[in-house]
């Protein structure tokens, strides 16, 4: 087995949702679920299929987020993988459809963050085992990052 980091590519601004799924219905479910979360959020995403052609399947309301979830998908090249890029939205708005999408078995990450998939290739294929989702911690937050931290989260209208 070769385990391999592959880097997300994607603009700073993006965000990110990679996860796993198990069947080929998952690129409409994907997009019904996303569209109905909210009208402004715009969207592109690809899945690996694993079986029968094994495509890039692609759906989106937005053709250069299609585009790069396709050129991520393909790069990545995991059975069963999805990618989601988000614009004018946030994975914590999206997590819940996503998870509640029957095929989804699971998410790896969700993040505005650079990040790498781990990819481990053997004899049957393409499998993502983790990813790399940022730096490690500096320190440990003090009272004050702590205010801050939560003047954030208000400020943003995450907190009342």
Do not use: W
Not at 1 to 19: F, H, S, Y
Not at 45 to 51: D, V, W
Not at 117 to 137: S, Y
Request: charged content about 20%.
């Amino acid at each position: 087995m070769e385990v391999t980091a592959v880097r997300v590519d994607k603009p700073d601004e993006l965000n990110v949702v990679i996860g796993q799924s198990h069947f080929i219905k998952t690129v409409e479910d994907l997009h019904e679920a996303l569209i109905g979360v909210s009208p402004h959020l715009k969207f592109g995403l690809a899945f690996c299929e694993a079986s029968g052609p094994r495509l890039v399947r692609h759906s989106g309301n937005d053709d250069g987020l299609v585009e790069l979830a396709t050129k991520n998908a393909q790069v990545i090249g995991a059975g069963h993988s999805f990618i989601v890029f988000l614009r004018e939205g946030y994975p914590v708005n999206v997590l819940n459809a996503i998870g509640q999408v029957p095929e989804v078995c699971g998410i790896f990450c969700a993040t505005a963050n650079p990040v790498e998939v781990l990819v481990a290739e053997t004899g049957l294929g393409r499998g993502i085992v983790g990813v790399v989702d940022g730096p490690p911690p500096l320190g440990v937050e003090s009272a004050e990052d702590q205010l801050d931290r939560k003047r954030l989260l208000r400020s943003i209208g995450y907190k009342l």
